[in-house]
Every structure is written in C-alpha cells, then in structure tokens.
C-alpha cells in the first residue's frame, strides 16, 4: 500500500463521515415531520400527488397491510418496466433503432430494478434505447430505493411505538423518501456530474474518425450471419479494419445520479463507472464513491435520532465500520502486491520489486489501485453494485473480499435502508445470544425480543444464504450453467460464486467474465434476485408489527447495554461467524484455492 493510496482512502472517511449527521439529521425530520423544507416548500407537492393518487396520509397500516401494499406495488412496477423492455423497438426515443428485449432478458432485468439489483446481462449502450433508461430503469432506481427507506423506517417505529396495531403508511413512506431525499440529492450530484463532463443529452450516436486505422480479430460470419465454427469447434476468426468509432450519448447523468445514491449501481454503458462518459475525472470518481455510502451511513444517525438515543446509531455505524476498513485494507493490499506468476518472467525484477505499480489488470488508470479498490469495497457494502474496475481482474484474494461484503447479507452499509434494517436483524440475534448467556428474556431499546422476533430474524438472514448456495449448486453442475463460465477451475468457480452471491443479496455486481446472458442465467438469477429482496423485506415488516404491539419494558440491571463498545465488537463477531460458517467451503473452492495455485 502506498501512502498516497492511504491518504486518498483517509480524505474519503473524513467526508463521508463528516456528514452523516446533517444529511442523518435532516432525514429524521422528514419522517418526523419536522423538517422546514418538508413541511413549507414541498408540503404543497407532496398534497397533491396525495389527491391525485387518491391517498389519504392520515391513514395507518397493520403490518400485513404495509407488506401488502409493497408487494402489489412492486407487481405493477414489474409488469409495467417488463412490457417496457419488450415493446422498446416500437416506443419513441430510441435513435438507434434498439428491438424489443427477449422474454428472458426482459424479466431479468425487470426483476433486477424492481429489487434494488441492477444485475444486467446486456450492454446498455447498445441493448436500452433511451426512453428505456428513463422511464423504465431510472424511475425504478428511485422507487426501489426509496422502499428499502420506507420498510426501514417502519421497523423504526416498531421500536418507537407501544401497544400499537399500525406502523405507518407506506405510500406516505414512499412519497416523503423520494420528494425530500432522493430527488434533491440527486439533482445536485447530476449537475456535478454533469459540469465534469458526464453525457447528458438525447442526440443520437456520433461517429466519429480515428487518427489511425486499426486491424482487430472478428468472429467470421457466413453467409446467412451465423458464426463460422472452425476444426476444433472453436470460433474462425478473420482480420478487420476500423478507421472509425462510434460514441455512445444519451441521459447518463440523471441516472448515474440516482444509482449511485440509491444503491442501485446499474450502468447507463456498459463498463459502468469504468466508462468515461459515466464517469471521467477524478472529482465525478469521488463524488460517486462519496454518493454509494453517504445515505446508508446518514440512515445510522436517523435512526438513533428516531428512536431517542443517539448513541444506538453511532454504534450500528461502528459495527460497519470495524468490519469495513480491515476488508477494504486487505483487498487494497492484495491489488498493490501484483501478481507473483509475473516474478519469473523477470517483470520488474532488475528494480527489486514485484510490479510496484501493483495489479492494475482491468484498472483504470486515471483512478488506480487505491480508488478501484475503494468503489470495489463500497459498492458491495452497499448493494449498490456499480464498478469502475473489472473485479474479474482482481487478484484471487482481493477478488474474494467484494464477495464476502456481499455474502455477509448486505448489511455492512448495505442498500438504503435495506442494509440498516438487515443489521438490525442481525442486532435483534445478537441481543438475543446474550440474554441465553446470561439467562434472562432479552430486550433491545426497551421491547422483548421474543420467539416470533427470532424467527423472522433467522428467514432475514438465511433467505439470501440459501440463494446463494442453491443457486451456485445448481448452476455449477448443470450444462448451462457450467458453459457460461470462461476460466474453467477455481476462478470459474468464483465467477458462479460471485454471480449469485450478488444476485441473492441484491447487489448486481459481477465477475464479468460469466456470460450470463442465457434463458438458464436469466431465469436462475431472476428467481434468486426476488427471494433475495421480497423474502427479507416482509418478514422485516412482521419484526416491525411485533414490536409496535409491545409494551415498553424499563431497562434493568440485567439488560444488555446494545450501545457499548462491548455490544458493537460482539454485533461484529455474530456477523463475521455466521457469514464464514455459510461460506467459507465456497470461498476456499473459489478464490483462496486460486490464490494457492499462483504459489504451486
């Protein structure tokens, strides 16, 4: 590691930590009902969608009502961005002419915006015509997003409320999280985004003429446009010129905005935030970065703000963090150390030094390791899932550590609220180990923690677990599966791993090498991708119904004090233990097996 690397890593902190409190703060006045810019500048707004839509704020929800709601809600969305995709080559907006998306593809990726994911199995520069970007995929953007913030809120209350039936209304939960704190913010980070040179436009695809020819190898087609195999079953190649290249346009900027600050991470291009137009200066790197943490570590200070104890927040917030920067170190320490086949072919010998300038393999070099290091680590923190390096690049074990972000569930930051209520799970199991060691009923911020709490704690963290393991099972000893891999051995292992890893947590990150634009793929990880988010969000807003029904019990010399330094390292522990008793046997048939073979 250098310290340049480790200053940049150093500032990052000190940003985003400096404003978790008002950004935290700000958010607890809008679900409060206390924020000024609620209440007198967009008050007017928020009463009208209200008319329009026919809802009445003033009316509570059961939890079941709650679930319910968000349930058909995300149907429709489904239903609507699907028919969307498929009926694109016949919508306007779309210069280049893009055909409707296959049936397949289509739900895959409808099912991957409606969850939060934002997997993509295609290119979006040359699959999504525009009208798809913005209609379909950004508008999801924000409504996934603001529901991981809405169920998180009332959980909150399921904490905050006594003797309660009601927990709140999701449509007002929904509409409060996208007029007052999604749409703000990401029409300050667009214009940002945009004053550094991010595409924001509707004109079509510009060719324009290189300054020199190029010849490049190209699959051969016969005469009817299918490829030509060769003797040994592997594709024939044939020699081409390009003496022009076409630049992709269109309106990346407003959804760039959004993917990041709602944890989306879907691209508007193909190689994300790796791709220039998405992404081309060191500043729109930072301020990207900046965004994939900034609402779910703010989300830690709303919620002790919420729950009258300030100190609950900080100490959620901790416990990510003690997780977060070893991993991040370790990933960062393994990228600078290159890669050791090299040593023998005499790379860098003669200055005594194995690659100095580290494994940049599929890094760019405008942002280098550190940064590619950083984003690789927040953004599978953070369910957000966007790249600006290829982590199929990444050395075995620097590979391994955006893998286990993503397999401790999503809750090191993890989505916008999504993450914050899965540590929350976590917490409830914790409190509840203790009170067995010291046997006593356990109680967190004053509600007992009983056996229906445990039970839908234990479906929030095993559900994705479950994805995962089946998933990758599944897809590693079937046909289709196995022929979607392109490094057989460990590494095509890691790249099934990592897939549904990613799908079954709803990150959308992938080891790129996988082709995983195929009907099995597409339908596997779709199927994973909807477990993932709708079979922990539900049992979330049971936990939250529970509680709000519950009287408040007094705390006592018996109970457990969740806002010590004490509670936040075993809150650690529990997670770092589950999380390798799941999938350490995946990990050492994966990325620690191929960090062996570079020393065999």
């Not at 992404?279 to 900046?290: K, V």
């Not at 914050?420 to 356990?442: D, H, K, N």
């Not at 090498?513 to 597409?522: I, V």
């Amino acid at each position: 590691m250098t310290a340049n690397g480790i200053i940049q890593i150093i500032i990052y902190f000190i940003v985003l930590l400096a404003l978790v409190k008002p950004l935290g703060s700000y958010m607890a006045k809008v679900y409060q009902g206390e924020s000024f810019w609620a209440n007198r500048i967009l008050a007017p707004v928020e009463r009208l969608l209200y008319r329009m839509l026919g809802i009445r704020p003033e009316d509570e929800m059961s939890w079941k009502t709650y679930a319910g709601a968000a349930i058909l809600f995300k149907l429709a969305c489904f239903f609507l961005l699907y028919l969307i995709l498929r009926l694109q080559g016949i919508l306007p907006l779309n210069p280049q002419g893009f055909p409707g998306v296959s049936p397949d593809l289509a739900f895959n990726t409808a099912v991957s915006f409606i969850s939060n994911t934002n997997w993509q199995s295609y290119g979006g520069e040359s699959t999504m015509s525009y009208l798809t970007q913005m209609t379909g995929l950004t508008v999801q953007n924000f409504v996934s997003a603001a529901q991981g913030m809405a169920v998180l809120v009332a959980l909150i209350r399921g904490f905050t409320r006594r003797t309660t039936k009601t927990i709140g209304n999701y449509w007002v939960d929904m509409t409060r999280s996208i007029l007052y704190i999604l749409l703000p913010l990401s029409l300050i980070i667009a214009v940002l985004l945009v004053s550094q040179g991010v595409v924001q436009n509707f004109s079509p695809y510009k060719n324009v003429p290189l300054l020199q020819t190029i010849t490049y190898e190209t699959p051969k087609i016969d005469t009817v446009g299918k490829p030509v195999t060769g003797a040994d079953g592997k594709p024939a190649m044939e020699s081409a010129k390009a003496s022009e290249q076409t630049l992709p346009l269109g309106p990346a900027a407003s959804q760039i905005a959004i993917k990041q600050l709602g944890t989306n991470g879907g691209g508007f291009f193909n190689v994300n935030s790796a791709h220039p137009f998405e992404n081309p200066t060191p500043f729109s790197n930072f301020l990207e970065m900046l965004a994939i943490l900034l609402v779910p570590a703010a989300l830690c200070y709303t919620f002790g703000r919420m729950v009258g104890d300030m100190r609950q927040g900080w100490a959620l917030l901790a416990a990510m963090l003690i997780i977060f920067i070893p991993l991040l170190l370790f990933c960062y320490s393994y990228e600078q150390a290159g890669n050791p086949l090299l040593t023998p072919v005499g790379v860098n010998q003669a200055a005594g030094d194995l690659q100095p300038g580290g494994n940049m393999e599929g890094k760019e070099m405008r942002f280098g390791i550190a940064n590619s290091a950083l984003w690789a680590t927040a953004t599978t923190a953070a369910s957000n899932g966007s790249v600006n390096a290829m982590h199929d690049s990444f050395s075995p074990l620097g590979g391994l550590v955006p893998m286990v972000m993503m397999q401790l569930g999503e809750i090191i930051f993890g989505g916008v609220g999504s993450g914050l209520y899965g540590m929350l799970a976590f917490a409830i199991v914790a409190v509840f180990v203790s009170g067995l060691m010291v046997g006593r009923t356990p109680e967190y911020l004053g509600k007992k923690i009983e056996a229906f709490e445990m039970k839908m704690a234990a479906i929030v963290i095993l559900v994705p677990a479950a994805c995962v393991l089946l998933g990758t099972a599944a897809a590693s000893v079937t046909p289709a599966g196995v022929a979607g891999v392109s490094n057989p051995g460990p590494h095509g292992f890691s790249q099934i791993l990592y897939a549904f890893s990613s799908a079954g947590n709803n990150n959308g990150s992938a080891f790129a090498g996988l082709s995983a634009n195929t009907s099995f793929y597409n339908t596997l990880l779709g199927i994973a991708m909807l477990f993932g988010r709708f079979w922990v969000m539900v049992p979330v807003i049971a936990i939250a119904g529970s509680l709000a029904s519950k009287k408040y019990v007094t705390p006592s010399a018996g109970t457990l004090p969740t806002h010590t330094p004490l509670f936040v390292l075993f809150l650690a522990s529990i997670i770092i233990i589950v999380g390798a008793l799941t999938f350490l046997p995946g990990l050492a048939l994966g990325p620690i097996a191929e960090h062996l073979t570079l020393y065999k």
